[in-house]
């Protein structure tokens, strides 16, 4: 008796900033090239301070973190995600979140800059972490990416007069 055995999905961190998007729209290709299914995690923490706001106002940090990842899905499928696409959003910091989910994938993308931070860095904290302690392959996608991703090489050039 043969057992089949699921692949392991592509797991996309997302944040909601361009990076995010970037990455997971660069995922999707990927995961569509290796027919692997794709899984996008939003994460949502309490704040540590509230500012006052009118008690009556029904405002989570689950629900900033759900329209959040629905937006991003919007804006990196056009309205359409990719057949065997699931999204999640999880109570969590993101890198523990995302290092968690590590265990379970074939690999983990994340965009390089997230919201916040210091613009200057090459990284930012959560795709630091993750390329350091991940449990599978991490792709941190720098933005703009390629526009596509394909199974051929590139072809080197011959200088002229060469063979």
Do not use: N
């Amino acid at each position: 008796m043969t057992d089949i055995v699921e692949p392991l999905p592509i797991v996309v961190g997302v944040d909601g900033s361009a990076a995010s998007v970037e990455a997971l729209s660069y995922a999707a290709r990927i995961a569509a090239a290796l027919d692997v299914p794709l899984a996008a995690v939003t994460t949502w923490t309490y704040p540590v301070m509230l500012d006052p706001f009118d008690p009556g106002t029904e405002w989570s940090p689950k629900m900033d973190a759900q329209r959040c990842l629905l937006d991003a899905v919007r804006a990196a499928f056009q309205g359409s995600p990719p057949e065997h696409f699931s999204q999640s959003v999880v109570p969590g910091r993101a890198a523990e979140v995302l290092i968690e989910q590590s265990d379970r994938a074939s690999m983990l993308v994340v965009g390089s800059r997230g919201h916040g931070g210091f613009a200057g860095l090459l990284l930012g904290s959560v795709s630091a972490a993750c390329a350091a302690h991940a449990r599978c392959p991490v792709l941190v996608v720098h933005t703009p990416m390629p526009p596509a991703v394909t199974s051929e090489a590139p072809r080197a050039s011959t200088p002229p007069g060469r063979r």
